[in-house]
């Protein structure tokens, strides 16, 4: 009997290990503020863009590591988020670009 129960520890021990590992994983998603819902405040991780004309626009909306964005609203592609004290409108190309936290 002692020896079957030692015998199955390894195995549970190893789904408990495998099932906290994948809820750290799944509480660390990327999420872009394409998907980010409305009125919640959220933290730049990054900008994630190839184009550097991208990334230049973006800086100068005060889009960068550590600012702090709110979506306000989402209407036909378009986003309006604040930073800080101002609101802009920005596409989906450019939303999917800011990398939150």
């Given at each position: 009997?002692?020896?079957?129960?030692f015998?199955?520890?390894?195995n549970?021990?190893?789904?408990?290990?495998?099932?906290?590992?994948?809820?750290?994983?799944?509480?660390?998603?990327?999420?872009?503020?394409?998907?980010?819902?409305?009125?919640?405040?959220?933290?730049?991780?990054?900008?994630?863009?190839?184009?550097?004309?991208?990334n230049?626009?973006?800086?100068?909306?005060?889009?960068?590591?550590?600012?702090?964005?709110?979506?306000i609203?989402?209407?036909?592609?378009?986003?309006?988020?604040a930073?800080?004290?101002?609101?802009y409108?920005?596409?989906?190309?450019?939303a999917?670009?800011?990398?939150?936290?």
């Amino acid at each position: 009997m002692i020896k079957a129960v030692f015998s199955l520890l390894p195995n549970i021990l190893a789904k408990l290990s495998s099932s906290k590992n994948q809820t750290t994983i799944q509480n660390r998603q990327v999420k872009k503020l394409y998907n980010a819902e409305l009125s919640r405040m959220y933290t730049i991780e990054n900008v994630a863009s190839n184009d550097p004309k991208m990334n230049d626009f973006l800086f100068t909306l005060g889009c960068f590591k550590g600012q702090q964005v709110t979506v306000i609203s989402h209407l036909s592609g378009n986003y309006v988020i604040a930073i800080k004290d101002a609101r802009y409108s920005i596409d989906a190309d450019l939303a999917k670009a800011i990398i939150l936290v």
